[in-house]
């Protein structure tokens, strides 16, 4: 006769071993999930009525004062989206792409990224001063984005490109502006995820 004792072993066991996977078949790391979803995380935030998400993982978010075009004397509050490898420049000599003959300290207006801005003026305004005066930058593009109707132009110097995007904003102007090196960055998919989320 069996001792109620090695029943109650028997049954624990057999338990245990329905539970447990097959031999050889490999068992995910708990935190596999969690570290997953916090890599695709996105830190939301807004600008006035314009709202935004960014990979804080990948990009830092800066303030700084953007030079307008077409002369960049006047300047305009913005948030910028820098790589997190690259803000360690900022106030140093040199930015990402500097060569060895041009080192001025590098600011955050200056370095690669992605910047946004809410002009005061309607779009009107900015898109009239550009067209009367647009030394080394190309020709108007129309844009369209999220139904609004804009233009976008480029200046380009011997290492960057700059793109300036205008969209009408409830009577104001939104200015996107995405500034590239001649590489390309492996944060350009964060930036470019910046731009996407944009709804104003």
Same mark, same amino acid.
């Given at each position: 006769?069996?001792?109620?004792?090695?029943?109650?072993?028997?049954?624990?066991?057999?338990?245990?071993?329905?539970?447990?996977?097959?031999?050889?078949?490999?068992?995910?790391?708990?935190?596999?999930?969690?570290?997953? %979803?916090?890599? @695709?995380?996105? @830190?939301?935030?807004?600008?006035?009525?314009?709202?935004?998400?960014?990979?804080?993982?990948?990009?830092?978010?800066?303030?700084?004062?953007?030079?307008?075009?077409?002369?960049?004397?006047?300047?305009?509050?913005?948030?910028?989206?820098?790589?997190?490898?690259?803000?360690?420049?900022?106030?140093?000599?040199?930015?990402?792409?500097?060569?060895?003959?041009?080192?001025?300290?590098?600011?955050?207006?200056?370095?690669? /990224?992605?910047?946004?801005?809410?002009?005061?003026?309607?779009?009107?305004?900015?898109?009239?001063?550009?067209?009367?005066?647009?030394?080394?930058?190309?020709?108007?593009?129309?844009?369209?984005?999220? /139904?609004?109707?804009?233009?976008?132009?480029?200046?380009?110097?011997?290492?960057? %490109?700059?793109?300036?995007?205008?969209?009408?904003?409830? /009577?104001?102007?939104?200015?996107?502006?995405?500034?590239?090196?001649?590489?390309?960055?492996?944060?350009?998919?964060?930036?470019?995820?910046?731009?996407?989320?944009?709804?104003?």
């Amino acid at each position: 006769m069996q001792r109620p004792e090695c029943s109650f072993l028997l049954i624990c066991t057999m338990a245990l071993a329905a539970c447990s996977p097959a031999s050889g078949e490999p068992v995910a790391p708990a935190t596999a999930t969690s570290a997953s %979803t916090q890599a @695709t995380t996105l @830190t939301e935030g807004n600008l006035a009525h314009i709202h935004y998400a960014y990979n804080a993982h990948v990009l830092s978010q800066v303030e700084t004062e953007l030079p307008l075009p077409p002369d960049f004397t006047e300047t305009a509050f913005a948030i910028k989206f820098i790589p997190r490898d690259l803000v360690q420049r900022i106030g140093s000599d040199g930015c990402s792409f500097d060569t060895a003959s041009h080192r001025e300290p590098c600011t955050a207006d200056h370095e690669v /990224g992605f910047a946004l801005a809410l002009l005061e003026r309607p779009l009107s305004h900015y898109t009239t001063a550009i067209a009367r005066d647009r030394a080394h930058m190309e020709a108007f593009e129309p844009v369209e984005m999220h /139904g609004a109707e804009g233009v976008a132009l480029q200046h380009t110097t011997d290492h960057t %490109t700059t793109r300036y995007t205008f969209l009408p904003a409830h /009577g104001r102007t939104l200015m996107l502006v995405s500034r590239d090196n001649a590489g390309v960055h492996e944060a350009s998919a964060a930036l470019e995820q910046v731009r996407d989320s944009i709804t104003f």
